[in-house]
């Protein structure tokens, strides 16, 4: 649906998300379910789990759920990975009133502003990644992490504001 146009300004519009993972410093994996808001950059919803999971995905949309306001229905773009095809994702995502969209096979840049987010997490925090040494210490740090993506970090795009305090000026 959204043919690499990546230009919403109204927050709530456009979602994307998508699954990630790392290798944590005991070398188990940890995989990260985010959802951004395109136009705020703001992650509305982000989980973590030592498995990519129905669990991780339903927790990840059910955090959405609570953060979405009433009278919105965003499109909800992702890739083509097998948990966004399945009925349980389709179902949920149907009942919170979102309009699916998904990235052409084999086409990453389709869902870009996913696949920035993910990359700017693990350059700026490779080596806090490799200090965790199991899943409950790197929930923690991704926690801390979003916190600071939302709250702290500014850009550009957001007329040098954080994804939070671009949200509460543009509404």
């Given at each position: 649906?959204?043919?690499?146009?990546?230009?919403?300004?109204s927050p709530f519009t456009v979602l994307?998300?998508?699954?990630?993972?790392?290798?944590?410093?005991?070398?188990?994996?940890?995989y990260m379910s985010v959802i951004l808001?395109?136009?705020?950059?703001?992650?509305?919803?982000?989980?973590?789990?030592?498995?990519?999971?129905?669990?991780?995905?339903?927790?990840?949309?059910?955090?959405?759920?609570?953060?979405?306001?009433?009278?919105?229905?965003?499109?909800?773009?992702?890739?083509?990975?097998?948990?966004y095809q399945l009925d349980y994702y389709?179902?949920?995502?149907?009942?919170?009133?979102?309009?699916?969209?998904?990235?052409?096979?084999?086409?990453?840049?389709?869902?870009?502003?996913?696949?920035?987010?993910?990359?700017?997490?693990?350059?700026?925090?490779?080596?806090?990644?490799?200090?965790?040494?199991?899943?409950?210490?790197?929930?923690?740090?991704?926690?801390?992490?979003?916190?600071?993506?939302?709250?702290?970090?500014?850009?550009?795009?957001?007329?040098?504001?954080?994804?939070?305090?671009?949200?509460?000026?543009?509404?």
């Amino acid at each position: 649906m959204l043919n690499q146009t990546f230009d919403a300004t109204s927050p709530f519009t456009v979602l994307h998300t998508d699954v990630s993972q790392v290798r944590l410093g005991d070398s188990t994996w940890a995989y990260m379910s985010v959802i951004l808001d395109q136009a705020t950059k703001e992650v509305l919803a982000a989980s973590v789990s030592q498995s990519s999971n129905k669990l991780l995905i339903m927790d990840t949309l059910s955090q959405l759920e609570d953060n979405l306001p009433n009278n919105f229905n965003p499109i909800i773009h992702s890739d083509q990975g097998w948990h966004y095809q399945l009925d349980y994702y389709r179902e949920k995502i149907d009942s919170l009133g979102l309009i699916q969209s998904m990235s052409r096979k084999g086409n990453c840049l389709d869902n870009a502003p996913m696949e920035s987010f993910f990359h700017l997490f693990k350059i700026k925090s490779q080596p806090e990644i490799k200090k965790c040494k199991n899943i409950s210490q790197f929930t923690q740090f991704f926690n801390k992490y979003v916190n600071w993506y939302n709250n702290d970090r500014i850009s550009n795009k957001t007329k040098n504001m954080s994804p939070v305090d671009y949200r509460t000026h543009v509404l």
